[in-house]
T-cell receptor, first 110, second 112 residues
Framework: GQNIDQPTEMTATEGAIVQINCTYQ??????LFWYQQHAGEAPTFLSY????GLEEKGRFSSFLSRSKGYSYLLLKELQMKDSASYLC???????????FGAGTRLFVKA | EAQVTQNPRYLITVTGKKLTVTCSQN?????MSWYRQDPGLGLRQIYY???????DKGDVPEGYKVSRKEKRNFPLILESPSPNQTSLYFC???????????FGPGTRLTVL
């Protein structure tokens, strides 16, 4: 079957670092995406990994290990505006179907 | 402004009354997709389209139809809506099936 697992909720403190994990089992792999979704809004793109390793983009970094079916999103210097849901998504091979995890709700407290 | 638009944004209807949710993008994207989002289940793909006249089923296609007659438009059709189709629907587009997707603002559908 196809499955993507993420923690349901996380809480972190303003200014800290938080790591959101994502494990996946899918029929084929063509890349992994992270999206951010604020309450009541549409998802917006954060990062894309297709090869193993770390991709850094400002305060956000994303890591991928294809052999382990594992990714994480690292958020540094947390700000209150980072309170949102973070969605992990995998593109499978062949038909380019997109599979999303249920998302991780991150609460940033002062 | 580059964007994905959906209409209507909110809709309350009754069981069995056919409806169409429109989706349009102005970025000349090849790939378009429909998702539904339900609490605890996240985004689930309904249908996607790699190009004009090319569509394929996602994970939850039952009860839905789509068409892609023009590159910019990808309407979602519910021929006979049922209460279990009450959900938040998102349309998205991207340059290809392997690139970042741009999402529309969402359509909140309630079927009574």
């Amino acid at each position: 079957g196809q499955n993507i697992d993420q923690p349901t909720e996380m809480t972190a403190t303003e200014g800290a670092i938080v790591q959101i994990n994502c494990t996946y089992q899918t029929s084929g792999f063509n890349g992994l995406f992270w999206y951010q979704q604020h309450a009541g809004e549409a998802p917006t793109f954060l990062s894309y990994n297709v090869l193993d390793g770390l991709e850094e983009k400002g305060r956000f970094s994303s890591f991928l290990s294809r052999s382990k079916g594992y990714s994480y999103l690292l958020l540094k210097e947390l700000q209150m505006k980072d309170s949102a849901s973070y969605l992990c998504a995998v593109i499978n091979t062949g038909g380019f179907k997109t599979i999303f995890g249920a998302g991780t709700r991150l609460f940033v407290k002062a | 402004e580059a964007q994905v638009t959906q209409n209507p944004r909110y809709l309350i209807t009754v069981t069995g009354k056919k409806l169409t949710v429109t989706c349009s993008q102005n970025m000349n994207h090849e790939y378009m997709s429909w998702y539904r989002q339900d609490p605890g289940l996240g985004l689930r793909q309904i249908y996607y389209s790699m190009n004009v006249e090319v569509t394929d089923k996602g994970d939850v296609p039952e009860g839905y139809k789509v068409s892609r007659k023009e590159k910019r438009n990808f309407p979602l059709i519910l021929e006979s809506p049922s209460p279990n189709q009450t959900s938040l629907y998102f349309c998205a587009s991207s340059t290809s099936g392997m690139s970042e997707q741009f999402f529309g603002p969402g359509t909140r559908l309630t079927v009574l």
